[in-house]
């Protein structure tokens, strides 16, 4: 399953990232005419040239002209095919010799959000990201550079019902965790060592469905503090505890 149409991604870091790791989503590259080619840039430019990939020097008014998001571009954009998205049955079907670890995205529509998550959920070494056709952030430049360019390391799923995936899920021996303001649990409370799991984040408006809400095998708080706190930061929190508790668990004991 994939977006249809095109999208640009800007800066030195997401391009770089794509070109490693699926140059072929790329159908060409501008860089800003007269911009002095620092390491990154030059790096760019070889990995274009090696995976045969378009190049076109344009200078600042062009940029102004034809790209309608001018965030700091860092003098590169690349012009992208939207990113390849997993089907859920094709992720289960992967095997592996530990238990899979996902983070559901419920109605977080803020593509900074997403992208924070999603970079969260790569550098802690979880395994996909998976996303609704309904209110949620596309996978947009924005979410791609916020995430500096994990949307290319996990696989991200997207899913038309999250009720059925979830469904799917729990078949699969999946235990599902929804955060709540009023659980009666602490996120630290939960062991996530021995179980395939999945952690559901919302949206800091509406926060997780109910009828997701419904399917949740654990519902977790942050305290009394979790209203504070922004839902990217919140994920942090609880997939940092998830891990180290994984590697506390995996760590030998010493003698």
Known sequence: MQNTGNTYVYGKNPVYEILLKNPKRINKIYFQKGIFFDNRLKKI????????????????QKFNENFEQKPNFQGVVASVCPVEYVELSDFLNINKQDYKRIVILDGIEDPHNSGAIIRTVAAAGFDAVMVSNHRAAPITATVEKISSGAVNHIPIIK??????????????????IATKMDAKENYYEI?????????????????????????????????????????????????????????????????
């Open 45 to 60: 430019n070889e990995l274009a040239y090696q995976n045969k990939v378009q190049v076109q020097y344009v200078n600042l």
């Open 159 to 176: 899913t038309t019902s999250l009720s059925a995936s979830v469904d799917l899920l729990k078949k699969r021996d999946f235990w599902v």
């Open 191 to 255: 062991d996530y060592t021995d179980m395939n799991f999945a952690l559901v984040m919302g949206s800091e408006g509406k926060g997780i469905s109910k009828t997701i809400l419904n399917k949740a095998d654990f519902t977790v708080k942050l305290e009394s503090n979790f209203e504070s706190l922004n839902v990217s930061t919140a994920a942090a929190v609880i997939i940092y505890e998830a891990k180290r508790q994984i590697n506390l668990k995996q760590k030998p004991k010493s003698l």
